[in-house]
């Protein structure tokens, strides 16, 4: 907040940069390697800052993380918005969004594998979500024949089911059966979305 | 071989006992490490056997997690027969496969993780159950409004839509609107790929 309030002054403005230098060097960091294996040296190497500055501006590896983490959290919610009546949409913003950025699929996977603790707002995320989704079963307009928590979890797991698919799987895929371009494969996905959610 | 061929001389027994202690020593530490993460020396001490041991035995880092690989994969496909008729019952095996070997869970997440290259076994697994999958929706058996390939990696990440869920979203299933028991997060399951599958 100090740096955006003395912008006009130039140093402050150097800070923010190098917080955004940072922050970026971080998401390549730990999306290869996870919480664990992420070194802080190699951020200040990729950042070109050195490590006391990180932890200056950070705090600690575990708070640069966080604040990776409440960013990219933020950047995905912003980009993909949940909409509970078209999930077939949201489907398909999902897919192209982890698409698009292979170092959030990465992120979200390490989470997963090196069990993080979630934070309140990520948990808040989802239950916003649940709640909404359930919510239009019963306004009839989303088919209530999986419960709503069961239903958002498969709808997320589908964007993924290539994206995340075992290395001999995706080798088969591109045999004349498998999805051959991305398109075949996204208009699958939305068709069983579909399949799932849409009130018959 | 040889250690079955002179079975009844006692040591070969040994040796095959041996082989033993170090393959589940090694599925305890590839499952924790990856293969990139993974130490011969914790093998070694897990097992009770040491490093020259294990390179007497298995050759390499390498053939010894190939060794793990073909192993696990194999009583896997015998575990879990895949049953392209009745894809509900082929999710609701490998679900119960999945949720009682977490170690298999863990291995097969670390391959898609380090892009493992894949053998030519697994992919042809693969290919044969894509293909059949193809013919049974040609019989009218399966409903062909997914194609195979698609339809095949979707059922299969279905059965781990909790299972590999994120942690803030399984935080979230333990709400009421989650799934609370195993048994119900089941049904949703088999209901999901029935939706997907059963010809209408």
Same mark, same amino acid.
């Given at each position: ?23 970026? $060097? ?165 068709? $069983? ?8």
């Amino acid at each position: 907040m100090a740096a955006r309030r003395n912008n006009s002054k130039g140093r402050p403005r150097n800070a923010e940069a190098t917080r955004q230098r940072i922050l970026a $060097a971080a998401s390549d960091e730990f999306s290869r390697h996870g919480f664990a294996g992420a070194r802080i040296d190699r951020v200040a190497g990729l950042a070109g800052a050195n490590k006391r500055m990180i932890y200056a501006y950070f705090g600690s590896k575990d708070q640069l993380y966080e604040a990776l983490m409440e960013r990219k959290i933020a950047e995905w919610v912003e980009a993909v918005p949940f909409t509970p009546n078209e999930l077939d949409a949201y489907a398909a913003a999902r897919f192209d969004y982890m698409q698009a950025h292979p170092e959030v699929r990465r992120l979200a996977a390490w989470r997963t594998f090196e069990r993080s603790k979630p934070t309140t707002a990520e948990r808040a995320i989802y239950q916003t979500r649940i709640d909404a989704l359930s919510a239009a079963q019963r306004a009839g307009k989303v088919s209530a024949a999986i419960p709503a928590a069961d239903l958002y979890a498969m709808v997320a797991r589908l964007t993924e089911s290539w994206l995340n698919a075992p290395p001999a799987l995706l080798a088969t895929s591109r045999s004349p059966l498998g999805f051959k371009r991305l398109a075949q494969h996204r208009k699958a996905l939305l068709r $069983a979305v579909r399949l799932l959610s849409e009130p018959r």
